[in-house]
């Protein structure tokens, strides 16, 4: 009995510091702690060919040691992937390498990543349901009819579960926001997004597709809309006549705190200049409850560690004692 104390105490001590490896906080005080339920690395399936905590479906096929992917170079191909437990985190950032790439001079459609509350329903928007309820961000390889624009373009918008995407004028009245994304297809680097989202305070999707290690950012605005309160995280993509291979590789997603203050949300002011000027403020402001709870968990967890070992070394004297004298 005793032992399994010490045994649980050591148990607890261990978990915590594996969470304490994995989050890091950045030199605005955000820290981050990955989340394994929208986490999704090579080889993507168990051993039994499942997936913990993700659905795929329609003509998505995984490669194990490269990729899930969404639509083949082929005619007419509809793929999804979907998270199978809602994003719940207040605020978060997500990011995908992704490869768009095929043979043909002419190809599309492009892809579409999802925090809706619907999941895993085909359809005629990049291959998912339309009049969707929360945000999309559409990689647009096809200019259906927008002219002016120059393509790929990358978009987002916010459903609200009656607004209808405008494929054929590549959803001009629909968008958020968005920008071009000329080299995103058959990048010779590898090609990423990184959406960030503070409950409103900012939405922010920077890409990755001219130089590796270089964020270009896309959009970015301290009024984000409000994304329903159950959001799945999924990818989608359709082929037409035009074809094209989606292919997801990696999705990396943190929940994010800011240890600035106790209302975990981003500086009020957001960018680099004043991100610094919050994190200097740091040293001055008040210290949260949050970061003084944890101090003092992992304090009493020390000495939980330290006392469940004396009862246990205790608890093992004694039996050996015991069993000397017979
Ligand atoms: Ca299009």
Same mark, same amino acid.
Request: aromatic content about 12%.
């Given at each position: 009995?005793?032992?399994?104390?010490?045994?649980?105490?050591?148990?607890?001590?261990?978990?915590?510091?594996?969470?304490?490896?994995?989050?890091?906080?950045?030199?605005?005080?955000?820290?981050?702690?990955?989340?394994?339920?929208?986490?999704?690395?090579?080889?993507?399936?168990?051993?039994?060919?499942?997936?913990?905590?993700?659905?795929?479906?329609?003509?998505?096929?995984?490669?194990?040691?490269?990729?899930?992917?969404?639509?083949?170079?082929?005619?007419?191909?509809?793929?999804?992937?979907?998270?199978?437990?809602?994003?719940?985190?207040?605020?978060?950032?997500?990011?995908?390498?992704?490869?768009?790439?095929?043979?043909?001079?002419?190809?599309?459609?492009?892809?579409?990543?999802?925090?809706?509350?619907?999941?895993?329903?085909?359809?005629?928007?990049?291959?998912?349901?339309?009049?969707?309820?929360?945000?999309?961000?559409?990689?647009?390889?096809?200019?259906?009819?927008?002219?002016?624009?120059?393509?790929?373009?990358?978009?987002?918008?916010?459903? %609200?579960? $009656?607004? !209808?995407?405008?494929?054929?004028?590549?959803?001009?009245? =629909?968008?958020?926001? &968005?920008?071009?994304? *000329?080299?995103?297809?058959?990048?010779?680097?590898?090609?990423?997004?990184?959406?960030?989202?503070?409950?409103?305070?900012?939405?922010?999707?920077?890409?990755?597709?001219?130089?590796?290690?270089?964020?270009?950012?896309?959009?970015?605005?301290?009024?984000?809309?409000?994304?329903?309160?159950?959001?799945?995280?999924?990818?989608?993509?359709?082929?037409?006549?035009?074809? %094209?291979? $989606?292919? !997801?590789?990696?999705?990396?997603?943190?929940?994010?705190? =800011?240890?600035?203050? &106790?209302?975990?949300? *981003?500086?009020?002011?957001?960018?680099?200049?004043?991100?610094?000027?919050?994190?200097?403020?740091?040293?001055?402001?008040?210290?949260?409850?949050?970061?003084?709870?944890?101090?003092?968990?992992?304090?009493?967890?020390?000495?939980?560690?330290?006392?469940?070992?004396?009862?246990?070394?205790?608890?093992?004297?004694?039996?050996?004692?015991?069993?000397?004298?017979?």
């Amino acid at each position: 009995m005793r032992f399994s104390a010490s045994s649980a105490a050591l148990w607890l001590a261990c978990s915590i510091g594996l969470v304490a490896a994995d989050s890091t906080i950045d030199e605005n005080g955000i820290k981050s702690i990955p989340l394994r339920t929208h986490n999704l690395a090579s080889p993507y399936l168990d051993s039994a060919m499942q997936s913990r905590w993700w659905d795929f479906g329609g003509n998505t096929i995984v490669r194990a040691d490269q990729y899930v992917r969404l639509s083949s170079d082929k005619p007419s191909q509809e793929g999804w992937l979907f998270s199978r437990v809602p994003l719940t985190a207040t605020n978060w950032e997500i990011e995908v390498e992704f490869k768009i790439h095929g043979s043909g001079n002419l190809h599309g459609d492009g892809f579409a990543m999802w925090l809706t509350k619907q999941r895993a329903t085909p359809g005629p928007v990049f291959g998912s349901v339309d009049a969707f309820n929360g945000l999309a961000i559409f990689f647009d390889t096809y200019k259906n009819n927008r002219p002016g624009t120059v393509f790929p373009y990358v978009m987002s918008m916010m459903g %609200d579960g $009656h607004a !209808i995407y405008d494929k054929a004028n590549d959803g001009k009245d =629909n968008e958020f926001m &968005g920008c071009s994304a *000329r080299g995103i297809r058959n990048a010779n680097i590898p090609t990423k997004a990184r959406l960030t989202y503070f409950q409103d305070k900012e939405l922010k999707l920077e890409l990755q597709y001219r130089q590796e290690g270089q964020w270009e950012l896309c959009f970015e605005t301290n009024d984000p809309p409000m994304l329903p309160s159950v959001a799945y995280l999924g990818f989608s993509a359709e082929t037409g006549e035009l074809s %094209d291979n $989606h292919d !997801i590789i990696n999705v990396q997603t943190k929940n994010l705190y =800011n240890t600035n203050r &106790g209302d975990n949300g *981003r500086p009020s002011s957001p960018g680099m200049e004043k991100g610094r000027k919050a994190g200097k403020d740091r040293n001055h402001a008040p210290k949260s409850e949050g970061s003084w709870g944890w101090f003092l968990f992992k304090i009493f967890m020390f000495f939980a560690v330290i006392g469940g070992g004396y009862v246990g070394y205790t608890a093992w004297r004694a039996q050996q004692k015991r069993s000397h004298r017979f």
